[in-house]
């Protein structure tokens, strides 16, 4: 734990670097060169992949320019047209292409994790993760098509790859490889959830969760209504020094948002213990134990270092906490069980 959890040097500035590496380490893995062939080597099994022969391309679905008016009208509009969704699903979601058969309702979903099947059913909201990374995978904002046909989910797009920002970690840009597929997965390999958790399995696998268990941790809530359902909560002075740094929301209630995260980037035990106010997942350091989808997906926005010892004081810490375009430095003192955290440094981009 002490490797996975402490810096092992004391200076500071060797600390700071350490942690620009990891980021850097991190693009680096979404530089990779995918081609069409790589892509499609690699496709999840239950993902069909048919050649259009008319389509809309990436650069016109995705970057048509609009005057700002127009843009007002569509926000407008899309209120409106998904009321219901933004309603069910509070605003987990981005929606696009909505369906109606008989008295179910579809609409293609996009969150922060990647592209979702989202359904009310006799008011019941329920979303299915389709596991295909935003990293290869674009799929249109606009489908003249219906996205339900004949038992599959069929959705045109484009295969991609991630342009990174020079210098704004976390801003993507996106350039089609290939235009004119269409992706097609079948509605009962999509829906399947084998323990029935509320997570579909190709969520649990992309993520890490057991599919063939409700309870991944075992600490006896359900992952769909766990916090933290990849580890058991414990509370400790560690514990509670990561769960002060985490992303604030405030007073807003996010315990029953099920399909919004924080992802976390880290193999300490400590942070992995935190009991969050919201829903969070934990990536891996170690490239060679993510998932493939977390491979090749860049879902963490926010991060937390590990904990810097200070030298001479050993109730004084050092830690660090980014988000996509800042980074704050802490000293953290422990004094009477408390913590008192103090800003040394940092950035905003
Ligand atoms: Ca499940
Ligand atoms: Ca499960
Ligand atoms: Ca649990």
Request: contains cysteine; hydrophobic residues 30%.
């Amino acid at each position: 734990m002490e490797d996975r959890c402490f810096e092992s040097s004391d200076s500071v500035i060797k600390y700071l670097k350490n942690d620009e590496d990891l980021i850097i380490d991190n693009h680096d893995m979404q530089m990779q060169k995918y081609d069409v062939k790589q892509i499609i080597a690699e496709k999840p099994d239950y993902l069909q992949i048919v050649n259009l022969k008319k389509f809309r391309s990436f650069k016109k679905d995705s970057i048509e320019a609009d005057s700002e008016e127009i843009m007002e009208k569509k926000w407008k509009e899309y209120d409106s047209e998904f009321k219901i969704f933004n309603d069910k699903f509070s605003k987990q979601f981005t929606f696009s292409n909505q369906q109606k058969i008989d008295n179910i309702q579809y609409a293609f979903g996009r969150n922060q994790l990647g592209f979702w099947l989202c359904k009310i059913e006799n008011e019941k909201p329920s979303a299915y993760f389709l596991g295909l990374s935003f990293s290869h995978y674009y799929i249109n904002d606009v489908q003249e098509k219906p996205i339900i046909n004949n038992g599959f989910l069929e959705l045109e797009g484009s295969f991609v790859k991630v342009v990174k920002v020079p210098g704004l970690p976390g801003y993507d840009d996106y350039s089609a490889i290939e235009d004119g597929k269409l992706f097609k997965i079948k509605l009962d390999d999509l829906i399947k959830d084998s323990d029935n958790d509320g997570y579909n399995d190709i969520f649990e696998n992309s993520f890490g969760l057991n599919p063939h268990n409700k309870d991944s941790d075992g600490d006896g809530t359900d992952d769909f209504n766990d916090l933290n359902p990849m580890f058991k909560s414990e509370n400790n002075k560690f514990s509670q020094l990561y769960e002060m740094l985490l992303p604030d929301y405030g007073d807003e209630n996010l315990r029953d948002n099920n399909y919004f995260f924080q992802v976390f980037i880290s193999d300490c035990d400590y942070f992995h213990q935190i009991k969050p106010e919201y829903h969070v997942l934990f990536i891996p350091e170690d490239l060679k134990l993510r998932t493939q989808y977390q491979e090749i997906t860049d879902v963490s926005l926010h991060g937390v270092g590990k904990i810097k010892k200070n030298k001479n004081n050993s109730n004084i810490f050092y830690i660090k906490e980014w988000g996509t375009s800042s980074s704050t430095d802490y000293s953290a003192e422990y004094k009477n069980g408390k913590w008192i955290l103090e800003i040394v440094g940092g950035y905003v981009i």
